[in-house]
């Protein structure tokens, strides 16, 4: 079927540009050849180039003719957007805007290509402008949250999420974000909120990180136990080759729970040397551990032991094995 409407329209446009040279089109036409060339570019992934070009020559007309036309820079800037040009992209939604400031699909637009070309800060603005008009967006309001949590304004986005109370049921992408970002206000309900995603999306590739961040909510609360058990769950669950978290991080946060709730126990340091054996790099982390005053003296001391064999330069190995091997062949053969 869809092949099948490709077809007719591709005969549609030759018949309409054809046309283009015998009689002035209107603007209307220009933008539906352009849409037209748009929508098979859209579905079709041989000529993709040639057709987004086509589109672009054909809307350009249109908007060249009829500057009120919001649709075409409107449809211009997804174009621009398909093809990568983020800046000629926001140029366009933002031509729409100037001539109507509250069109909700130029505001949205707009947004995520800031997003794109990492101007949170306008994005910000310009998802707050399209939510005052469209406030049951969960979609744009979960996009503007993230938004937030990339400026490291926590507050803020665990406010926005909280709008759409019905959206944590249907999407587990706004449950666990509004645990990150109460988590980052170090906000004791982030326990139950990260405890609640885990018990419900146990499959999810995100499972390992977020188990590895309520580990970490649960050792910021003082809760030693359940934090080591969380701490093990996740270097179970983090996949083999992840870097952040990694299951050396995991198993970090298992010996630096060890060290400070059980101080008599030499399985933390274990652990400690089994992290760095698995790849943990942070060294800073573990210098940290020295301020700590609930880990105990002999764990100190032992901590200190690690981290100068750590520092410690390297000792070339200056042994020929291959020349000694050679020299008892030599010496053994008989005469």
């Known amino acids: 079927m869809a092949a099948a409407f490709a077809v007719v329209t591709a005969l549609a446009l030759l018949t309409l540009a054809g046309c283009a040279s015998a009689r002035g089109l209107s603007a209307e036409e220009y933008f539906a050849i352009g849409m037209a060339y748009f929508e098979i570019g ?3 992934s041989a000529n993709r180039d040639h057709y ?11 908007r060249a003719q009829n500057r009120t036309m919001a649709a075409s820079a409107y449809n211009l800037g997804l174009l621009h957007f398909e093809m990568g040009r983020f800046e000629e992209a926001a140029r366009q939604f933002e031509a729409v805007l100037a ?10 637009a707009a947004a995520y290509t800031r997003i794109r070309r990492g101007d949170f800060e306008e994005a910000a603005r310009l998802y707050e402008r399209f939510l005052a008009l469209v406030p049951e967006s969960a979609d744009d309001g979960f996009n503007h949250a993230l938004v937030l949590f990339a400026m490291e304004r926590y507050p803020e986005a665990e406010e926005v999420l909280a709008r759409n109370p019905l959206a944590f049921f249907d ?8 645990a990150r970002a109460q988590a980052r206000q170090d906000k004791p309900e ?3 909120s990260f405890a609640q995603w885990i018990e419900g999306n146990p499959e999810s590739a995100e499972a390992g990180a977020a188990t590895f961040e309520f580990a970490q909510a649960l050792e910021s609360a003082g809760n030693y136990a359940r934090a080591l058990d969380e701490f093990r769950a996740a270097g179970e669950r983090i996949a083999a080759g992840a870097s952040d978290p990694s299951r ?6 298992v010996a630096r729970v060890l060290l400070v709730a059980d101080p008599a126990n030499p399985e933390g340091i274990s652990e400690l040397r089994a992290a760095l054996e698995a790849g943990f790099e942070d060294m800073d982390s573990v210098e940290a551990l020295l301020d700590d005053e609930r880990i105990s003296a002999s764990h100190l001391q032992e901590i200190r032991a690690i981290i100068a064999a750590r520092e410690a330069p390297e000792v070339p190995d200056t042994t020929d094995s291959d020349y000694e091997d050679e ?4 010496a053994t053969e008989g005469p």
């Open 42 to 44: 859209q579905s079709r």
């Open 52 to 62: 987004f070009r086509e589109a672009e020559r054909w809307l350009s007309r249109a």
């Open 99 to 108: 001539r109507d400031p509250e069109n909700a699909l130029a505001l949205r």
């Open 171 to 178: 999407n587990p992408d706004f449950l666990l974000l509004y």
């Open 190 to 192: 982030a326990l139950d």
């Open 248 to 253: 050396a991080m995991a198993r970090f946060g």
């Open 327 to 330: 020299d008892w062949e030599d």
